[in-house]
């Protein structure tokens, strides 16, 4: 009885190393894995010091003791991506102060890097203190695109119209594990929570617009937080 709880199934081994996850979450069909699991190879970021695998998950952390005046950004550091769809999961937690009372997090794509290794672009952002949870950004640009709830569109001289989505999102907790489905196809950007739709962009402005652009994982300067990404999966379109 003893050998056999603790027997491991070989295909679950090979599963487990051909997906570069743990056996429980294979990387669904047609997608590549962007994270190993348990090493930060494919990344690039200038101060290391943040950046950590933890428990299976791409971990960086803010404390008092290594404090964050400075966002910072692990970049992966392979390819730039156009068309495509992005699964990953996400949770974000911290203290908040009176000096520094915002927690939030997210991830850029169709980005890039400029000056002091700080990234422009599109970007998934969350904010634990606030009832919006998540949005689209524009880092270093327009700002908000669609908030949680919003179907944006930017006309070709920048003008911005607004619809709600038929169905209101459902409520979730950034502390807790949730899958972020992000699908970019042209101008066409949707972001799914848990499978529910909960914010769309059609960017058809040609002077802010981008097509094309890097992937990178944010910690955001603040009051002492923990963030954490996994199962980062990629689909080329």
């Not at 290391?48 to 791409?58: K, M, N, Q, R, T």
């Not at 606030?130 to 270093?140: A, N």
């Not at 169905?167 to 042209?186: I, M, R, S, T």
């Not at 300067?221 to 080329?236: A, C, E, N, R, Y």
């Amino acid at each position: 009885m003893i050998r056999n709880a603790l027997f491991v199934s070989p295909l679950l081994i090979a599963l487990a190393f051909l997906t570069g996850q743990s056996s429980d979450t294979a990387v669904p069909k047609g997608y590549v894995a962007l994270f190993d699991g348990s090493s930060l190879d494919g990344w690039e970021t200038p101060d290391p010091s943040y950046w950590s695998v933890e428990d299976g998950a791409i971990t960086a952390k803010i404390t008092e003791e290594h404090p964050c005046s400075v966002n910072q950004y692990l970049v992966y550091e392979k390819e730039p991506f156009d068309d495509f769809e992005l699964r990953l999961k996400f949770r974000m937690n911290g203290s908040p102060t009176p000096a520094l009372p915002h927690i939030n997090g997210g991830f850029q794509f169709r980005s890039k890097v400029i000056e002091g290794h700080d990234v422009a672009g599109y970007q998934v952002d969350n904010n634990l203190d606030t009832d919006w949870l998540v949005r689209l950004y524009d880092e270093h640009g327009r700002h908000t695109l669609a908030w949680r709830g919003e179907d944006a569109t930017y006309n070709k001289d920048g003008e911005r119209e607004v619809m709600p989505l038929k169905k209101e999102p459902a409520q979730f907790k950034l502390e807790e594990w949730h899958e972020y489905h992000l699908v970019c196809e042209g101008p066409r950007i949707t972001l799914k929570v848990n499978g529910k739709l909960v914010a769309a962009v059609t960017d058809n402005d040609p002077k802010e617009q981008d097509l094309s652009g890097i992937l990178a994982l944010q910690l955001h300067s603040g009051p002492p937080m923990t963030v954490q990404f996994k199962d980062i999966w990629l689909k080329k379109r």
